[in-house]
Every structure is written in structure tokens, then in C-alpha cells.
């Protein structure tokens, strides 16, 4: 019947049939109307009439019946279905929620109201129920992130429900606050090796005689006190030298209390000098085989000695590098066999490869001039082809290479980078002297081109390399650049082989950064500065290097009239110039430490492209700490950053940003 009924007719046939009707219904009408006019004395055209409207109102309420009956079984069937889908939700065992499109809560379970708290039960919108929830009404399928419902955690699969024309979103909620719960046991379960050194008592021993042992015996008293409060396993492999497992929660612990045993070591002075005593630790928290997690302890506490010593170093995969302590200055090392070995290594690298390209920063100073002319001497030396990086324009250059002119092996030395670029080969050595940050490359193009790399630097790390194959030798303790690479051909190369145009040149790096050995200088800054005048080096002749110019000196004055005072930390001198030179910069900020009161000084002034701030310290303040805030870094004494703004307004607000964070993670201390 139903198929009949449902069966396409031929429209003519539709029609005919429904002419038919109207013919039958017409007639049937006047016949009809005839009878009533023979009846009546109602004429026959009225008596039609009357039947035509009574057969209209007939229709129109016959029809309206049928809309009423058939709108009331739709009513019905949506109410139905709505109420189908209702119960199915109330008989699930896990919590749900019903909302529609836009996150309304429409209604949710009985299991979800013995799980809710009182104030996700009154939640209007899903945003409101779970916070964080944007992406629950994106689609179907188990949505990401976990969510709290009352103390539990649970994670949401949604679906979508149609019903008339109608949409809604249903969230089911699965509980897995057992399965997080095993897996941050899992997790702070996880073994994590350390890495513990300390620093400087090895130097000490000399000076402290009868006070070593006791000295030694505190220290170690300490460690094993703090590797015993961890539940961790302590071995001592060599001499102050420790290894220690712990479990990835106990490192957690450490990480929130800043590594405060670095202050408890501190602590421990020499009754004489009031040296304190200080550590290097390493450790790692990261995915990977036990060996892996070995290694990159071992890489971590390198990087905490390459930045000085007295710090932690933690690797992490997701907070990247963490650092705590550092804020005591690098005790200077007495012994030079790293120097020597290094030396000898690179030495057998430089006789093994093509060529030699040699790189310091940018803005070239004395100290990086003068120990890359000393590194052109060591391949010199091997035979190997050499070039020095160096802007030709800038002036310091000039004046440099001005004392070089009469060698003719420096005849076609210095090179700028697009032709250094040409010599790139596939065993080409690279050799960065006074840097160790990529962005401060004289030649970065370089710089990613050359696979091999050596870097001899006294400046604190700042970052891990991109380059994991680069020999490093960072040497913090040292004053300067000039004067490792004096050290490292005084034990390499044979006597006489530096000449005395190249030993002033390295005499003038050391006397840069040691402002004439008044300054940062250690037992083997003499003794450098010493093997360098018995190569010839005069200072009289250097002298002239440092001469400045009346207008420079003018520039200067203006510069240190605009000195401030800073009101948060009344031992902190900031200045600032908006036509000043860096040279001139860095002068100022020299001279603004002989301020009565002022610990460390900062000066800022334009370049082209960023303002740069160059940072000093008498040694009370660790600006190297301050800096590396801003993107900077340097040494604990002397430091500098670049800053991406053409506001020195700016510049100042970040720079007091950084000073006022530092002080903090000091506790308040001055």
C-alpha cells in the first residue's frame, strides 16, 4: 500500500484525474443547488454559490485537522528522542555532560553529580566547568589534556548528537587519576645522575698548608650531608671529584631550593684570605638510555665550569638550560696543563687541515686582535695556509695592522668575510678567540659554513653550542683572551718564535681587559705579560694604542655628567648617551665604579641597529648574571649586550627590569 502510495504517477494523468474531481465535485454541487431551487424560491446561481463556499469551509477545516494531528506526532517524536538520549546519557556509568554547539550546559548524569564539586555543578557554559576547554567542542574523538572533576582527573572523548534539525555535544569523561598518579611515580622515579666538583681547593692547597685537610673534610662533610638528605647514592671517583644518583623528584627538590648547598659550600672560608670554597654540579633530567642521561650530566657540569665555576647546570627537554649560583667570582688557576694540552691538541688539528680562518667579535678590541695575530702565529708555525676575519674599515684595525705592515707573512693575512667565504673548504679549521656567542661572530656566514671549529675564550658561556664537534677552551680565571693564547705558544711553540710586533699586540689585549694589570689579574697574567716582554713586547711602545683624542675625551665627559644613581639599588650607576661611541661607553662605565658607594655601572648607547650596554663591577655584583637577562653575557666583572630597540628609554626600563630581578634571586643582597 505504502508503495502505491509513494509511487510516481504521470504528471498528465495527475492532471486529467484532478480536472475529473473538479468537474465531479462541480456538478454533484449543482445538482445540488437545482434541488434546493426547486425546493425553495432561492434562484439557482444562489443556491450554487451557497454550496461552492460551504464546500470551501468544509476543506479549509479538514485540512487544518490533519496539520494539528500530524504537528502533534512531531512534537511528540522529538520529545521522544530528546528523552531517548537523555536516559542513555543518565545510564552511563562515567560522567557526562550535554551541551550544545556553543557550550551551554544543557544537562549531565548522576555520575558526573557524585564526581563534581559544588561549584562545577552550578557551571552555566563547559568553559566555565573546565578551564582550558576551547578545543573539547572542536570535533568528535578523545579530545587532548586531562581535566579535574572534583579530586580526580579525567580525560574527554566527545560526540555529536542530532536530533531534528538539532545538534548537541556530548563530553564522557574517563577517570584515570590512577594511571596519572602511576605515571608521575614513574616519572620522579626515574634515575638522574649528578655530577659534583669542587672548584678551587686543589689551588688552594698551596696556600693553606696545615688548613687543606680540615678544609677538605668540611666540604666533603657537607656534600654527603646534602647526597644523604636526597636519598641519593655519593662516590667519590677522584679527589673532590663526585658522583651522585638521585631520583628525578629529589632533583625536582633542588631546583625549587636553588641548589642552596652551593651556599652552604660557600660558606666555607679560609681563615686567611676569607677565600671561599665553591662547586661545579651538573646533572640532567631527561628522556633517553642511562648512559645518555650520564652524558649529558657530564656536558652540564662542563658548561657550569666553562661559566665560571660556583653554579649548578641543569638540562632539561622542556625548560631547556636552568642555572643557579654563580655569584662569586672564578678563583684564578695556578697550574697550565690545560693550556698545554689544548695547545698541543690544537696544534695537530691546525697541521691537519686545509686552511686556517680565524674569528673574533664584532666591534674587534685589542684583546681579540692581538690573540688572533697570536693564533696566526701557531699556523704559521704548522705550515698551513692563514686568514684573519676582521672588518678592514674599522679603525682599531687599521691601527693594528698598522704595527704588522713590515711581516711580509701578514701581507694578504687580513681578509673581510664575503672573501674568507671563497676559501671555505671541506677541511677548513675556524678558530673564534674572545667569543664564544654565535651572535657576536665577526663572520657568522662563516661561521655555518666551516664544519671544523676551535673556540679559546675567557668569557662565561652563555648557551650551549649549535656546534657539538667544536674544541673549546674556556677559561674563565684568565683576564683575558691574549693572555691564554700567550700561554698556550709559550708551551707549544719554541723559543723565539713569537716576534715582538705580535707580542705587543697580545701585551695590548692583556692591558686592555686588566685596565694595565690593575684589574682581574691572576699569577699567570704576570707570568704571561713576563713571556711576552722577553719576546720583545715594549710597553712604551703600546702605550700609544691607548692614547684618546681630545674630542673623545670631551664626548666622555658629557657622557659621565649624564650618570644616574639608581633609586632601587643606590650601588648601581647607570648612563646613558645618544651620540657616544662603544669605545666611549666602555670607558665610562670603567670610570663610573670610582664613584664612592657604586658596585657595578651600566652605560647605553645607539647603534645602528640595537642599543648596546656595557656593563662593570668592582666585583661585589655579578653583571655577566644581569646581562644574560637582556641576551648579553661576558664575565662576572665586565660584560655587555646588545638590546633590539632604537629607544634608549626602552633600553633603560629592560635594564633596570634585569638589575631589580637579579637583586631578588639574591634575596635583597647588595
Not at 69 to 91: L, Q, S, Y
Request: negative net charge; aromatic residues 8%; contains cysteine.
Amino acid at each position: 500500500m505504502s508503495e502505491r502510495k509513494n509511487k510516481k504517477r504521470n504528471p498528465a494523468v495527475r492532471d486529467i484525474i484532478a480536472v475529473a474531481v473538479i468537474l465531479a465535485v462541480v456538478f454533484v454541487l449543482s445538482l445540488c443547488a437545482k434541488a434546493l431551487a426547486d425546493l425553495t424560491e432561492f434562484p439557482f446561481a444562489i443556491s450554487l454559490l451557497l454550496f461552492l463556499v460551504l464546500g470551501a469551509c468544509v476543506t479549509l477545516l479538514v485540512r487544518n485537522a490533519r496539520r494539528k494531528h500530524t504537528g502533534d506526532d512531531g512534537a511528540d517524536a522529538i520529545r521522544t528522542e530528546h528523552n531517548n538520549i537523555f536516559e542513555m546519557t543518565r545510564k552511563l556509568t562515567n560522567p557526562a555532560v550535554i551541551c550544545d554547539k556553543q557550550g551551554a550546559v544543557l544537562w549531565y548524569n548522576d555520575a558526573f553529580v557524585a564526581a563534581a564539586d559544588s561549584s562545577q555543578k552550578n557551571a552555566a557554559t563547559v568553559k566555565e566547568l573546565f578551564p582550558h576547554s576551547a578545543h573539547l567542542l572542536a570535533g568528535e574523538g578523545e579530545r587532548g589534556g586531562t581535566f579535574m572533576l572534583g579530586s580526580r582527573t579525567y580525560k574527554c572523548s566527545t560526540y555529536e548528537l542530532s536530533s531534528h534539525e538539532k545538534s548537541f555535544v556530548l563530553l564522557q569523561l574517563t577517570d584515570i587519576s590512577e594511571l596519572v598518579s602511576l605515571r608521575e611515580e614513574h616519572k620522579n622515579g626515574q634515575p638522574v645522575v649528578v655530577y659534583v666538583r669542587i672548584d678551587n681547593l686543589e689551588e688552594m692547597q698551596q696556600y693553606l698548608k696545615d688548613e687543606y685537610r680540615q678544609v677538605e673534610a668540611r666540604t666533603n662533610a657537607v656534600i654527603k650531608q646534602w647526597a644523604a638528605g636526597l636519598n641519593g647514592i655519593l662516590r667519590e671517583y677522584e679527589r673532590n671529584k663526585y658522583l651522585l644518583f638521585i631520583t628525578s623528584e629529589a632533583l625536582e627538590k633542588c631546583i625549587k631550593n636553588k641548589f642552596s648547598v652551593l651556599d652552604e659550600i660557600r660558606d666555607i672560608r679560609i681563615s686567611e684570605s676569607g677565600t671561599s670554597v665553591t662547586a661545579s654540579i651538573g646533572a640532567a633530567r631527561c628522556e633517553g638510555s642511562f648512559a645518555e642521561r650520564e652524558a649529558a650530566a657530564a656536558e652540564a657540569q662542563k658548561l657550569a665550569l666553562e661559566r665560571g665555576g660556583d653554579q649548578a647546570v641543569v638540562r632539561t627537554e622542556n625548560a631547556g638550560v636552568l642555572y643557579f649560583g654563580g655569584v662569586s667570582q672564578t678563583a684564578h688557576k695556578a697550574t697550565k696543563v690545560r693550556s698545554r694540552v689544548f695547545a698541543n691538541e690544537l696544534c695537530t688539528k691546525i697541521s691537519s687541515s686545509d686552511n686556517v680562518l680565524i674569528c673574533g667579535h664584532r666591534k674587534i678590541d685589542f684583546d681579540a686582535f692581538g690573540a688572533a695575530v697570536g693564533m696566526a702565529r701557531m699556523a704559521f708555525f704548522c705550515g698551513v695556509p692563514v686568514n684573519i676575519i676582521v672588518d678592514l674599515e674599522d679603525p682599531t684595525v687599521k691601527m693594528c695592522m698598522a704595527r704588522l705592515k713590515d711581516i711580509p707573512e701578514y701581507e694578504d693575512v687580513f681578509i673581510g668575510e664575503d672573501d674568507a667565504l671563497e676559501l671555505v673548504a671541506s677541511e677548513s679549521l675556524m678558530i673564534f678567540v674572545d667569543v664564544n656567542n654565535p651572535k657576536l661572530f665577526e663572520a657568522p656566514r662563516v661561521a655555518e659554513a666551516v664544519a671544523r671549529k676551535a673556540f679559546v675564550d675567557h668569557h662565561r658561556k652563555v648557551l650551549e653550542f649549535d656546534y657539538t664537534a667544536a674544541d673549546t677552551y674556556i677559561e674563565v680565571s684568565a683576564s683575558s683572551a691574549s693572555e691564554l693564547v700567550a700561554e698556550m705558544i709559550e708551551q707549544s711553540l719554541p723559543s723565539r718564535t713569537l716576534l715582538r710586533q705580535e707580542a705587543e699586540l697580545l701585551l695590548a689585549g692583556i692591558q686592555l681587559d686588566t685596565k694595565r694589570f690593575t684589574k682581574g689579574t691572576g699569577p699567570r697574567t704576570f707570568g704571561a705579560a713576563l713571556f711576552l716582554r722577553g719576546a720583545g713586547a715594549n710597553p712604551e711602545e703600546i702605550r700609544p694604542l691607548f692614547d684618546t683624542e681630545f674630542s673623545s675625551m670631551k664626548d666622555e665627559a658629557a657622557f659621565e655628567a649624564g650618570a644616574v644613581i639608581y633609586a632601587k639599588h643606590p650601588n648601581i650607576a647607570i648612563a646613558a648617551s645618544d651620540s657616544a661611541s662603544i669605545i666611549c661607553a666602555a670607558r665610562v662605565a670603567d670610570k663610573l665604579l670610582e664613584i664612592k658607594g657604586v658596585d657595578a655601572s651600566f652605560t647605553m648607547v645607539p647603534t645602528e641597529t640595537a642599543i648596546h650596554i656595557s656593563g662593570r663591577s668592582n666585583g661585589r655584583v655579578n653583571v655577566q648574571h644581569i646581562l644574560e637577562k637582556l641576551g648579553g653575557g661576558g664575565r662576572f666583572e665586565e660584560a655587555g649586550a646588545q638590546l633590539p630597540s632604537d629607544s634608549l628609554d626602552v633600553a633603560a626600563k629592560k635594564l633596570r627590569g634585569a638589575i631589580d630581578e637579579y637583586f631578588s634571586e639574591l634575596g635583597g643582597k647588595k
